[in-house]
């Protein structure tokens, strides 16, 4: 298994400008902003089956990753992240496909990530992300991140880590023991796992933890580093990080990662 993928909340420059809809109509009630505002279960909604999104930054900024969290777009829709040093798209410098997987069996989707981090010249004042394809329905999408670094931890996690998957209900359960139950239709999931860590390890792992506040900022984790195109937006789980000092250059913890909840299926 690769090693865990992640990001710091400043290595994300989708919000240092807003993105505008720059093919397409946008819905509203559910405006572009919302694209960028780290609540992926309050979409940025179209009323077109097709768009692009589109970020001017005034000046050239490079990305090595792109991640949308949270959306309806069908299996193998054809999507695109595209970079240029101008505001003109018939050819652009970067034309990168987004491979969109096939949806969990429950219906909701999963998060897909690009990785252009091996692209030599990948700096450009306007990016877009282009639904070029004719989606089933209008385009409805959480959020999108655009990341500057990909990173990686220094020391996976070991093995025998959990993965939890919650699917919350309502059960009223009568004295006869039939259950009447009520899923509120959503999902969440939970790692849980153990640590071996150098000195620069610890630095590396405190560094992260102290730039998210602890659990106060989201930031982007992919458990399979890149060998599964489905990413999360998670937090730690808790408030707290602690690091047993088990020997020289030799030191252990408990961690986990929670997912930010999506809510409903758009």
């Not at 919000?15 to 572009?32: C, F, H, K, R, S």
């Not at 359960?173 to 899923?183: E, K, L």
């Not at 405190?206 to 937090?235: K, M, T, V």
Request: net charge negative; aromatic share 10%; with cysteine.
């Amino acid at each position: 298994m690769a090693n865990i993928l992640y990001s710091l909340p400043s290595d994300n420059i989708a919000a240092e400008v807003t993105p505008t809809v720059d093919e397409g109509t946008v819905d509203p009630d559910y405006p572009v902003a919302n694209l960028v505002d780290l609540n992926p279960a309050r979409p940025c909604k179209l009323s077109t089956q097709t768009g692009a999104f589109l970020w001017n930054f005034g000046s050239a900024h490079a990305i090595d990753l792109i991640a949308i969290i949270n959306h309806n777009l069908d299996a193998g829709l054809t999507v695109y992240l595209q970079g240029n040093a101008s505001d003109s798209w018939g050819a652009p410098s970067i034309n990168h496909a987004i491979t969109i997987p096939t949806w969990w069996e429950d219906g909701m989707p999963v998060n897909p990530l690009l990785d252009i981090s091996d692209i030599t010249n990948r700096s450009f004042q306007y990016w877009r992300l282009v639904v070029s394809g004719t989606n089933t329905s209008p385009v409805r999408i959480g959020n999108v991140m655009l990341l500057t670094t990909a990173r990686r931890v220094p020391c996976n996690i070991r093995w025998g880590f959990s993965v939890i998957e919650n699917r919350p209900i309502v059960e009223h359960v009568t004295d006869y023991r039939v259950s009447t139950i009520y899923s509120y239709g959503i999902s969440q999931r939970t790692v849980a796992g153990n640590m071996a860590l150098t000195e620069a390890g610890v630095t590396s792992l405190r560094s992260w933890f102290r730039a998210c506040g602890g659990r106060a900022l989201p930031f982007l984790f992919q458990l399979e580093g890149g060998d599964i195109n489905d990413c999360w937006l998670a937090r730690f789980t808790t408030t707290t990080l602690e690091f047993k000092h088990e020997f020289t250059d030799y030191n252990t913890l408990s961690i986990g990662f929670e997912e930010v909840s999506r809510g409903l299926p758009l």
